[in-house]
Antibody, heavy 122, light 107 residues
Framework: EEQLVESGGGLIQPGGSLRLSCAASGFTVSGNFMNWVRQAPGKGLEWVSV???????YYADSVKGRFTISRDNSKNTVFLQMNSLRAEDTAVYYCARGYDYIWGNHYYLDYWGQGILVTVSS | DIQMTQSPSSLSASVGDRVTITCRASQSISSYLNWYQQKPGKAPKFLIY???SLQRGVPSRFSGSGSGTDFTLTISSLQPEDFATYYCQQSHSIPLTFGQGTKVEIK
């Protein structure tokens, strides 16, 4: 059974750093498009980043240059390193598997973790 | 970036009602449109991909249609477990973008 479990969230001061982890089971992170999606309190969903099966990475403009997505194939885990955190980064962060159902990197997010809360506040 | 706009932002409906949610893209996205359902405090649940293809296990009362810039999600007969917020999302190009959500509430 496919499952994603996030960890590493918490309270952090503005300007600080945090690393989120997403442990996968039931499939390999290296064979899928692994995404981070966040949701600020009371707000909608915002895509943050993806690492493709081939290793290419992409980011939302709001986090580019501050966040880095990576994976450890031996641990079947995806990471989101978050630096220079701001109050507006406060959100529940979800890890989600992207399944590319058609040529051209078009995919849907079929499995999601339970989410992990990141609060940026002094 | 492609902007996704849903309407309405919220609606009230009764069990058994037919409900339609609209999603509009700021440019043509062909049929690269997905739908998700989210209940309070829970992760989103994937419902429909490629505008009209139902994910395995999703009840057949859910259906999607559209192409280009205009899309709809229809629930043919609303059930108690369908009260939730629904999001559309385009997968035409990076960055992926979501609509702002449509909250379906009990009348």
């Amino acid at each position: 059974e496919e499952q994603l479990v996030e960890s590493g969230g918490g309270l952090i001061q503005p300007g600080g750093s945090l690393r989120l982890s997403c442990a996968a089971s039931g499939f390999t992170v290296s064979g899928n498009f692994m995404n981070w999606v966040r949701q600020a309190p009371g707000k909608g969903l915002e895509w943050v980043s993806v690492i493709y099966s081939g290793g290419s990475t992409y980011y939302a403009d709001s986090v580019k240059g501050r966040f880095t997505i990576s994976r450890d194939n031996s641990k079947n885990t995806v990471f989101l390193q978050m630096n220079s955190l701001r109050a507006e980064d406060t959100a529940v962060y979800y890890c989600a598997r992207g399944y590319d159902y058609i040529w051209g990197n078009h995919y849907y997010l079929d499995y999601w973790g339970q989410g992990i809360l990141v609060t940026v506040s002094s | 970036d492609i902007q996704m706009t849903q309407s309405p932002s919220s609606l009230s409906a009764s069990v058994g009602d037919r409900v339609t949610i609209t999603c509009r893209a700021s440019q043509s996205i062909s049929s690269y449109l997905n739908w998700y359902q989210q209940k309070p405090g829970k992760a989103p649940k994937f419902l429909i991909y490629a505008a009209s293809s139902l994910q395995r296990g999703v009840p057949s009362r859910f259906s999607g249609s559209g192409s280009g810039t205009d899309f709809t999600l229809t629930i043919s007969s609303l059930q108690p477990e369908d009260f939730a917020t629904y999001y559309c999302q385009q997968s035409h190009s990076i960055p992926l973008t979501f609509g702002q959500g449509t909250k379906v509430e009990i009348k």
